[in-house]
Nanobody, 118 residues
């Protein structure tokens, strides 16, 4: 069973930065896409950023130019560097792992709270 553990959330003032980490453990996959999603109060969970095994990235329009997703396969960890944070970024951020290929397996982390004050 795959386990995902997020860390790095917290309280920050608008304009500040945070770096989220998500460490994966358990079953080994040959190739996976990893991503960050967030859910704010009263809103649906949405994709923030994702990165494939080939390091292709995708970002929500609202975070382009401010957030950067990266991964360290040796550490089985994905990161989300968040700069120029805005109050609208306040949400619970969730890490997700998706296996690539014919087998479709998905795993979610428990989430980490990010709060941006004005």
């Amino acid at each position: 069973q795959v386990q995902l553990v997020e860390s790095g959330g917290g309280l920050v003032q608008a304009g500040g930065s945070l770096r989220l980490s998500c460490a994966a453990s358990g079953s080994i996959f040959s190739s996976v896409t990893m991503g960050w999603y967030r859910q704010a109060p009263g809103k649906q969970r949405e994709l923030v950023a994702a990165i494939t095994s080939g390091t292709r990235t995708n970002y929500a329009d609202s975070v382009k130019g401010r957030f950067t997703i990266s991964r360290d396969n040796a550490k089985n960890t994905v990161y989300l560097q968040m700069n120029s944070l805005k109050p609208e970024d306040t949400a619970v951020y969730y890490c997700r792992l998706d296996s690539e290929g014919v087998r479709s397996l998905r795993f979610w982390g428990q989430g980490t709270q990010v709060t941006v004050s004005s």
